[in-house]
C-alpha cells in the first residue's frame, strides 16, 4: 500500500487544521494507521493511531484532547485532526500503515509510511 500525506501549512497558534493520509494500491481499513511527527533536530514521536478494528486509539499523553484520528473507509483516507495547536506542534507530521495489533505507538511496528506534510505553527 502507497499512502500520501496532505493538508499541511502554515497556521496560527490556536488554529485548527485537518491532515489526510489516503491510501493507493491496498484497502486502508485493513490496516491499523498511526500518525508520527518530527521537529527540526528532534527525533520523530508517535502522535496517535487507529487500531485496524477501529475500536481503539493510542494517544500521545502530551497531545491528548487536542488531537484525534478518524478513518473514512468510503475514502480510503485516515486523517488527523488537530486543534488549538501551538508554536511547538510545528513538525513534518508523518501517516503510517501497519497489520500489527501490538505498540502502535512504535515506528517498527509499521511497514509503510507516507512522505511526511509539513505543519508550521506561528505564534
Known amino acids: 500500500v502507497q499512502l500520501q500525506a496532505s493538508g499541511g501549512g502554515l497556521v496560527q497558534a490556536g488554529d485548527s487544521l485537518r491532515l489526510s493520509c489516503a491510501a493507493s494500491g491496498g484497502t486502508?481499513?485493513?490496516?491499523?494507521?498511526?500518525?508520527?511527527?518530527?521537529?527540526?533536530?528532534?527525533?520523530?514521536?508517535?502522535?496517535?493511531a487507529l487500531h485496524w478494528g477501529g475500536f481503539s486509539t493510542y494517544d500521545a499523553e502530551s497531545m491528548m484532547g487536542r488531537f484525534t484520528i478518524s478513518r473514512r473507509n468510503a475514502k480510503n483516507t485516515v486523517y488527523l485532526h488537530m486543534y488549538n495547536l501551538k508554536p511547538e506542534d510545528s513538525a513534518v507530521y508523518f501517516c503510517a500503515a501497519s497489520h500489527s495489533s501490538d505498540d502502535l505507538a512504535l515506528e517498527d511496528e509499521y511497514e509503510y509510511w507516507g512522505q511526511g506534510t509539513e505543519v508550521t505553527v506561528s505564534s
Request: cysteine-free; aromatic content about 20%; hydrophobic content about 35%.
Open 28 to 48: 486502508l481499513s485493513t490496516y491499523s494507521v498511526g500518525w508520527f511527527r518530527q521537529a527540526p533536530g528532534k527525533e520523530r514521536e508517535f502522535v496517535t
